[in-house]
């Protein structure tokens, strides 16, 4: 494949960060956030996504008291912490995070990452660039998931 046939958006070899948390380059991308959003104060910006990779590098940060979309999907998920603690539920576990955890979602593991009410919480996040669109519980497999005490409590914040 040539070059040009590629990536027309090649980025820049060298980015600088500029606070610690965003780079020259990099887009800043809020979720859009309405009443019935499944998640909260998040934001989302693709470090590297060059095709020839085949995966993207993605750093998601939540506000204090943040917290992402509870999803799975066939896809899995690298995750290492980068800023913050919180929690994070994997599967039927939910397990307290701090810088330099990592932690991987196999396919099909409902996941979901909250901050403490103290201060953000941020991650890379390494997925395959070919993947399923997440799916959200259903109310039956949200009352299963609750039937686990530690999940439960999760759930409800
Ligand atoms: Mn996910």
Redesign the pocket.
Known sequence: MAREDMDSEDAPLFRPTRDGYRWDGVAYQPYKQDGSAPFKDISRQVLFHDPAFGCELRYFEMDAAGY??L???E?A?AVMILRGHGECLLGTEVRTVKPHDLVT?PAWTW?QFRATVTEPLGFL?M?NQTRDR?VLPTEDELAAMKAEPAVARFLAG
């Open positions: 992402s979309t999803e799975r999907h896809h998920h979602i996941h996040c997925v997440p």
